[in-house]
C-alpha cells in the first residue's frame, strides 16, 4: 500500500555532494518514522540515519555524522538524505524506509527490522 522511490543516486567523485529524494505515497507520510540504509554487495544493509515522524528527532551511523543530513518535507511526502563530502566507502545502494505503524520513535530505528515498506534502493557510486 505504501509505496517509496528513491532518485538522485549516480555517479560522483570523493569529495562532491548528493541529496538523494525519496517520495512517499499511498499512506500519511506525515506520521510515519524513516530511514535510510545502504548496501554494499556481499554485506549486510547498514543503517545510514532515521528522523521522526515530527522531523525533531534525528539518529545517525557513525560512520555518516557530520557528513550526512536527513530530513523531510511533510508537506511534500518527501524524506531526503544529503550526503556531503562522500568517499568511496560512500558507495552502495541507497534505500528508504519507513514505518506507517508505530507511534513511538527511538533508538530502536537504527535497525531494519523496525520499518515495514522499503524503496527499490538508488545506486551512489563515488570515485577516487
Known amino acids: 500500500q505504501v509505496l517509496l522511490v528513491e532518485s538522485g543516486g549516480g555517479l560522483v567523485q570523493a569529495g562532491a555532494s548528493v541529496t538523494l529524494s525519496c517520495a512517499v505515497s499511498h499512506g500519511t507520510f506525515s506520521t510515519y518514522d524513516m530511514g535510510w540504509f545502504r548496501q554494499q554487495p556481499g554485506k549486510e544493509r547498514d543503517f545510514v540515519a532515521a528522523?521522526?515522524?515530527?522531523?525533531?528527532?534525528?539518529y545517525y551511523a557513525d560512520s555518516v555524522k557530520g557528513r550526512f543530513t536527513i530530513s523531510r518535507d511533510n508537506a511534500k511526502n518527501t524524506v531526503y538524505l544529503q550526503m556531503n563530502t562522500l568517499k568511496p566507502g560512500d558507495t552502495a545502494v541507497y534505500y528508504c524506509a519507513a514505518d506507517p505503524k508505530d507511534p513511538n520513535f527511538s533508538v530502536n530505528y537504527v535497525s531494519w527490522s523496525m520499518y515495514d515498506y522499503w524503496g527499490q534502493g538508488t545506486q551512489v557510486t563515488v570515485s577516487s
Open positions: 528522523i521522526s515522524s515530527n522531523r525533531f528527532t534525528t
